[in-house]
């Protein structure tokens, strides 16, 4: 019987065939409902490509546990090739797949290999990866293989996925193609040609109506039904016998085969595919001679190759089965493993064929889940450790476990998860330092749900609880609470914090601790206490060989610390050496945040297109990792300085966390509109609160807001909050924004020379903003006393300055001072780089500061091939044709390196 119908469908996916048999990368998962034929679709593609590679693999539910399964099966092939993979890659693959012991493969580390060897492998040969039965993937080889289907664009490799609708969540952002049944003339086709003998019309229609097209419902009705009744002679049964309830049909068709048949092919079921060996020695331990598949091929139930004919006879299988008969298989798959040579699968089906509490199958499914940690396998891990936790007689280790496999879904982003296992495992804390931990857990579990300002009291009590047991333990969950504080607007949590931290006993002088004791110091009044312990943390951060981001992540205390001391020096050392980590580790998710950070320095450097680089590069990683970091306000401080002012407000309109960052970047933009009352409004709870960082940030904008709005009293009250603490921090950019507060708050006499040391201070520094806004008030102030040729001065380099950033607004405000002086501005010239996409942007600003290819695509996590496909877009729309050209043809330093 040929292939029926799928006319359209087949023809998107001979456009993805023809894409990737021109160097084209391209993805396209198929979606729908068991029996629908969207594994008959995709072997009728993999057979009509010769010219093609396709390589094969298949989710198996029994195996959904086992990390990066599936994974490793699809890339056996070029496993031979790991050593020539750049070193974090190998390594994490290395460690994925268990050739060698490690801290933990980070996931997206894994992906980046998965996509270099496919790559790789590309140059030789177009590729066609096939993954049927996408929902039974497990999680680590789903989330290896959604990223690089979303890394992929420019190599002759086509990723194409099947599953169900309630399939995993690596379809969401990719192409997808509904399968629903076959329309009812392909529906007849194809029931005509499964029948041998007569059909009636009436028959058939009713048979296609009452299966809705399903082409496996179809052709085993076709199977079940009479001659008689296919013929319209005998009626049909009601309801027919199939439709949607294709695994119970299934099942029906298993039922009367022997016991033997029966047990072996739940066997097939339960063990991985492709493994006979593997296969015919557990048999062996049942007692299952071969012949006894021979009923079950018969049946068209199993093939040669004994695997299933169809996914849904092994779940009908599987499902079917009593307890017992489960627990048997497992049994004898446990026995059939090498407890030393597999000690992990051995682990697993041990524990599947235990009933009851065993205590010795827990502790080894335990010993399991670290080695599956080590792996970077944190599903398979919260599996074994679950199940762990379900054999444990002894209430207190099952508790540990639960908080174990509660911290391996926390891992995995999943703080649902997590909190149904802190649940189950809370009648069996009973002591002080697991109770802590499991609430660390929880404090976690509650941030990742968004609910930030729940985490700072549930660590702050879990610390109280064991400081005298676990001093250092109980301090790191301070610091963690500290983290998570300084980003919530809660204000009396966050002195209750601060008492408690400055009471504890200190500790070592890592920069966790000295964080933890300056953020305490500072928040409880003693900002001249508190610059040198937060000064010391930024340089320890900095300087830190064993950093490891296991927490909230540092770029946000790190910025706020900064800022706070009006350091930039150390504020961006931190931040490149947070970037580096993040990008050589993997960490994409800590790399959202550390990026985010990035964008305010580059703001303040005036290097607004470098900015939006980072955030475009934070927007493709959520695509990958999970939805944006700080909640959808993430472009809100540049769309300030840029004047966008109706999309500042919807997004502060909007905006749930990091009240501080949107404070300040409305206030940045009503100061540039002339609005000083409303900029004043949105500042005061900054100047009330006073917390590290935002509000040390604001005391310059409400010194100006204040006094231009009429509310001397605001203004006042900040000013002498800057005198007291930027002499103390000492920098040029604290001490030049102190002279520029001195100067609007002066007397005629007194202000010149405050301007005068505010440019000359600020000039010492990268913060051009800044700087420009200082040229700014000066040729305000020169113009309102009609020194006109002076003032153009200072208010033609502050426009020139603002139109080179692209800060609208400060611009406008500018030539419109300009004009008042009677000199008409220059407009600003068109910018050929804005014709390029985002990561054009980034690939072009990478390549004029030097870096190679390889560089670019390891930095950005893309593949060589990507980044000279970029290149080349890049060199025709900018009308160039060498790298050396790049920095010019950009026309701003916004892409040089950094």
Not at 382 to 397: I, T, V
Request: proline share 6%; hydrophobic share 45%; charged share 25%.
């Amino acid at each position: 019987m040929g292939f029926v119908g799928r006319h359209q469908e087949q023809q998107v996916l001979a456009e993805l065939l023809a894409g990737v048999r021109d160097g084209r990368s391209g993805t396209v998962v198929v979606v729908g409902e068991p029996g629908t034929g969207k594994t008959s679709l995709l072997d009728r593609v993999a057979a009509s490509c010769p010219d093609v590679r396709v390589v094969p693999v298949a989710g198996v539910e029994p195996e959904m546990c086992l990390g990066y399964a599936a994974l490793h099966r699809l890339l056996r092939p070029w496993l031979p090739g790991v050593d020539g993979l750049p070193g974090p890659q190998r390594e994490a693959l290395r460690t994925a797949f268990g050739h060698t012991a490690g801290g933990g493969a980070d996931r997206y580390l894994v992906g980046m290999a998965t996509l270099t060897l496919l790559a790789g492998a590309s140059t030789l040969e177009p590729l066609l990866c096939v993954i049927d039965d996408a929902q039974w993937l497990d999680r680590e080889s789903a989330d290896a293989l959604a990223f690089v289907a979303r890394r992929l664009h420019a190599e002759p490799i086509g990723l194409l996925f099947a599953t169900r609708h309630d399939g995993p969540a690596l379809v969401g952002g990719l192409p997808t193609l509904a399968l629903p049944g076959l329309p009812d003339d392909d529906a007849r086709h194809l029931l005509a040609a499964t029948v041998t003998g007569r059909l009636d019309g009436a028959v058939a229609a009713t048979i296609v109506a009452g299966t809705g097209g399903n082409p496996l419902a179809l052709t085993e009705l076709a199977r079940t039904l009479t001659p008689g009744q296919l013929a319209g002679m005998v009626p049909l049964p009601t309801p027919l016998p199939v439709g949607v309830r294709l695994e119970t049909h299934f099942r029906q068709r298993i039922r009367p085969l022997p016991a033997e048949t029966r047990s072996l092919l739940l066997l097939v079921a339960a063990a991985p595919p492709g493994n006979p060996s593997l296969l015919w020695r557990a048999a062996g331990h049942l007692g299952i001679a071969p012949d006894h598949a021979d009923r079950a091929l018969a049946e068209g139930l199993l093939t040669p190759a004994l695997d299933f004919r169809h996914p849904l006879i092994r779940s009908a299988v599987y499902r079917g089965a009593d307890a017992a008969g489960r627990r048997a298989a497992h049994a004898a798959l446990a026995a059939a493993y090498d407890p030393v040579l597999d000690p992990d699968r051995h682990a697993w089906h041990r524990a599947q064929a235990t009933i009851g509490l065993d205590e010795q199958v827990a502790a080894q499914l335990e010993q399991a889940s670290e080695r599956a940690r080590a792996r970077g396998g944190h599903a398979e891990q919260a599996a074994f450790l679950s199940r762990a936790a379900e054999l444990s007689p002894d209430p207190r280790a099952q508790a540990a476990r639960l908080v174990a496999a509660a911290r391996a879904h926390l891992v995995l982003g999943d703080p649902d998860a997590a909190g149904r296992m802190l649940d189950r495992a809370e009648p069996g804390l009973d002591r002080p330092v697991p109770r802590a931990l499991a609430r660390r857990a929880r404090a976690t579990a509650e941030t990742y749900a968004g609910r930030y300002a729940a985490a700072p009291a549930i660590l702050s009590e879990a610390a109280a609880s064991i400081a005298g047991e676990e001093p250092e333990l109980a301090r790191r969950m301070m610091f963690e609470a500290m983290q998570a504080v300084l980003i919530t607007d809660d204000h009396a949590t966050m002195l209750a914090l601060a008492r408690s931290a400055r009471g504890a006993a200190p500790g070592r002088a890592t920069y966790a601790d000295l964080f933890l004791t300056g953020c305490a110091t500072r928040m409880t009044g003693d900002y001249t206490g508190a610059v040198p312990l937060l000064r010391a943390a930024l340089d320890a951060l900095a300087g830190d060989d064993d950093l490891a981001e296991d927490g909230p992540p540092l770029a946000v205390i790190s910025v706020l610390a900064a800022d706070d001391l009006w350091d930039e020096q150390a504020g961006r050392r931190v931040w490149r050496r947070l970037e580096e980590y993040d990008r050589r580790s993997g960490a994409l998710g800590t790399l959202r945040t550390t990026l985010a950070v990035g964008v305010a320095w580059e703001l303040r450097a005036g290097r607004f297109d470098a900015a939006e680089a980072l955030q475009d590069e934070s927007a493709d990683l959520s695509r990958v990792v999970g939805p944006p970091v700080l909640g959808g306000v993430e472009r809100i401080e540049l769309l300030a300085w840029r004047g966008r002012a109706d999309e500042v407000r919807a997004l502060a309109a909007g905006a749930t966390a990091l009240d501080g960052l949107v404070r300040n970047s409305v206030a940045v933009l009503e100061i540039s509109l002339g609005r000083y009352p409303e900029a004043l409004a949105v500042l005061r709870p900054s100047l009330e609160h006073d917390k590290p960082g935002a509000a040390t940030r604001s005391l310059h904008e409400i010194v100006e807001a204040g006094l231009r709005g009429g509310d001397h009293q605001a203004a006042k009250a900040a000013l002498v909050r800057l005198e007291e603490r930027a002499p103390v921090s000492g920098t040029p950019w604290g001490l030049g924004l102190l002279a520029r507060c001195r100067a609007l708050m002066a007397d005629d006499d007194q202000a010149e020379p405050l301007y005068r040391e505010s440019i000359e201070l600020l000039d010492r520094t990268r913060i051009r903003t800044e700087l420009a806004r200082s040229h700014l008030l000066y040729g305000e102030w020169l113009r309102r006393r009609r020194r006109r040729a002076d003032a153009r001065a200072e208010l033609r380099t502050a426009h020139d300055m603002f139109t080179r950033m692209g800060a609208a607004a400060f611009a406008d405000r500018a030539r419109v001072e300009l004009l008042a002086t009677g000199e008409r501005p220059r407009a600003r010239d068109d910018r050929a780089d804005r014709d390029l996409t985002p990561q054009e942007r980034q690939v072009a600003g990478l390549a004029a500061g030097g870096a190679t290819n390889s560089e670019i695509a390891a930095r950005l996590f893309l593949s060589t091939s990507t980044v000279e496909y970029h290149l080349t877009r890049v060199f025709r729309k900018l009308g160039i044709t060498s790298r050396r050209k790049l920095a010019a043809a950009l026309s701003s330093d916004a892409f040089s390196a950094r």
